[in-house]
């Protein structure tokens, strides 16, 4: 954070991003206690609707800090990335959180993990590869946007998307692509397992 301000970067951005990280966990958590340890189902949705609000904060905040003059880089990159995979993954955090939850305090049942193997593997590993190529396509978005809010002065701004692209790739050949092209037997599965 030092490096960053002495270039000329205000850590204002890298200070919010962790700010709604730990909003993020503390408006998730307080919503299912709410809705199951406390026994309050109505304040528990009222606050869980919450949680997609934290990342339109941290939107909000990194367009205004580079339409006020704030020096673009990759923090910015990063909060755009931050709401996209919030976006992309939240949804599905949230209902395993809210299963697992039930299960603890509401007597639920016991959530099933994910497949381990066959063609259940191959379309959950498939699934999730399409939540990050979400992720990447809205924070490409969010990045675009901030591009134009910037001027040409953003170009910085691009550096992180394309790391991001390449992790997408690599979780592309290696979990969905590969399990579609060689299957695991469930007899290599026992095996692993023994």
């Not at 958590?29 to 406390?38: D, F, H, K, P």
């Not at 603890?104 to 381990?116: M, S």
């Amino acid at each position: 954070m030092v490096a960053q301000a002495q270039a000329g970067q205000d850590p204002f951005v890298l200070y919010l991003i962790v700010a709604c990280e730990i909003a993020f966990w503390v408006v998730l958590a307080s919503g299912l206690l709410a809705r199951y340890a406390l026994r309050r189902p109505g304040l528990g949705g009222a606050l869980l609707v919450g949680v997609p609000v934290v990342d339109l904060v941290l939107v909000v905040a990194c367009a205004v800090d580079l339409r006020t003059g704030g020096t673009p880089g990759m923090t910015h990159s990063l909060a755009a990335a931050y709401l996209g995979i919030s976006v992309a993954f939240g949804p599905y955090l949230v209902r395993r959180a809210d299963a697992w939850f039930a299960h603890r305090f509401a007597g639920g049942p016991r959530p099933a993990r994910p497949p381990r193997h066959g063609r259940a593997r191959q379309r959950h590993e498939w699934a999730m590869w399409l939540r990050c190529l979400a992720a990447l396509g809205l924070s490409s978005a969010l990045t675009l946007v901030m591009f134009l809010i910037g001027g040409p002065s953003t170009v910085e701004l691009w550096n992180f998307e394309l790391q991001l692209a390449a992790v997408t790739a690599i979780w592309f050949v290696g979990w969905p692509l590969r399990l579609t092209l060689f299957p695991p037997k469930a007899d290599d599965h026992m095996e692993g397992k023994r």
